[in-house]
């Protein structure tokens, strides 16, 4: 017991936590394996275009920096233009303010996914500091599609994502968090399949998304009020 108990304490000590995430800003996730938190899902669930990283930390002064950690397989000139990008001492990160720095960087044509294609393997990093922030970090990743759409995704851009989300997932020390909506057919969720493909099980969590959908569904057809008992109907 005492073992365990040493073992979560060291996971959780912010010093080696900070270690990891200075190991994948400097890019060394694409040679060596490193402890990561991985969202994954359809495209359909709610998940972005492009991989993002947002790390907590707590420190005395409250504080939210924005930058770009370029590509393993990025030009030389194209890293160094997205890594002389960023935002820093912010003091907050609602909805407006994110969606304003999201406009800035698709104007300034920085992330590669705005410089002609809808995705990008570049990866967003959003580092949140503050008193009452813990020790955490996770990587959203785009979702994945099956169908091209005319304009505006490619099929190379499916075939990007899949290769960049089965990167993350194939990574013996991820945790995979896989995201189902709950009003769709869960056999039509490819992402359990890849899941199963690169894990027996011991790393994928699931995430169920959407439920207030099925509560209206419920309401609509069946008269059932959300919390209510259906035998009292």
């Not at 005395?60 to 370029?70: C, R």
Request: glycine content about 8%.
């Amino acid at each position: 017991m005492d073992n365990d108990q040493s073992t979560v304490s060291n996971l959780a000590d912010p010093i080696l936590l900070n270690k990891v995430d200075h190991l994948f800003t400097c890019g060394a996730g694409a040679h060596i394996a490193l402890p990561q938190l991985v969202v994954v899902g359809d495209q359909s669930s709610g998940k972005s275009s492009f991989a993002t990283q947002i790390v907590f930390r707590r420190t005395q002064e409250t504080n939210i920096s924005v930058s770009i950690i370029p590509a393993e397989n990025a030009s030389p000139e194209h890293a160094a233009v997205v890594q002389g990008w960023s935002k820093a001492d912010l003091k907050s990160l609602d909805a407006k303010s994110f969606a304003e720095i999201m406009i800035e960087v698709h104007v300034s044509g920085q992330h590669a996914a705005y410089g002609g294609g809808t995705f990008s393997e570049d990866v967003l990093r959003l580092e949140i500091c503050g008193p009452e922030q813990e020790h955490f970090s996770v990587v959203d990743v785009p979702g994945i599609f099956r169908k091209a759409t005319g304009g505006v995704i490619t099929k190379a851009d499916s075939e990007m994502v899949r290769f960049m989300v089965r990167n993350y997932m194939e990574n013996l020390r991820s945790v995979i968090l896989t995201v189902i909506p709950a009003n769709v057919d869960i056999a039509t969720q490819e992402i359990l399949t890849m899941a199963e493909e690169v894990d027996d099980g011991h790393r994928t969590l699931g995430v169920l998304t959407k439920q207030r959908s099925l509560l209206w569904i419920d309401y609509y057809m069946f008269g059932f009020v959300p919390g209510q008992d259906p035998d009292d109907v």
